[in-house]
């Protein structure tokens, strides 16, 4: 069975950092891309970065506007995971943060796919609160 699994999530004040981690089981991540959402309260959910399946480049990655310079993912495909390294926090990125895998052929595109209805497998999401 396909699984994912967040966590890392928690409360944090401004300007604070957070590592969310993503782990697979049941199928390996090295051949799917992998995106992070978020959804805040009352707010539709948003893509927040992705990472093309793995290749010969190690995978595209993108993010959007809100966060670029303050969040990088990456994938540890020894440990089937992916991070979202989160830095200088702010209270608006305060939200349920999710993983999601989506599958090859489209997992090879480049740049990376970030618009939720694309992917395939989701996990059950962790809560970051960016607050003092």
């Known amino acids: 069975q396909l699984q994912l699994v967040e966590s890392g999530g928690g409360l944090v004040q401004p300007g604070g950092s957070l590592r969310l981690s993503c782990a697979a089981s049941?199928?390996?991540?090295?051949?799917?891309?992998i995106g992070w959402f978020r959804q805040a309260p009352g707010k539709e959910r948003e893509g927040v970065s992705c990472?093309?399946?793995?290749?010969?480049?190690?995978?595209?990655?993108d993010y959007t506007d809100s966060v670029k310079g303050r969040f990088t993912i990456s994938r540890d495909n020894a440990m089937n995971t992916v991070y979202l390294q989160m830095n200088s926090l702010k209270p608006e990125d305060t939200a349920v943060y999710y993983c999601?895998?989506?599958?090859?052929?489209?997992?090879?595109?480049?740049?990376?796919?970030?618009?939720?209805?694309?992917?395939?497998?989701w996990g059950q999401g962790t809560q970051v609160t960016v607050s003092s």
């Open positions: 999601a895998a989506l599958p090859l052929p489209r997992a090879a595109q480049t740049p990376c796919i970030m618009t939720s209805y694309e992917y395939n497998y």
């Open positions: 990472i093309s399946s793995s290749g010969g480049s190690g995978g595209s990655t």
């Open positions: 049941g199928f390996t991540l090295r051949g799917y891309a």
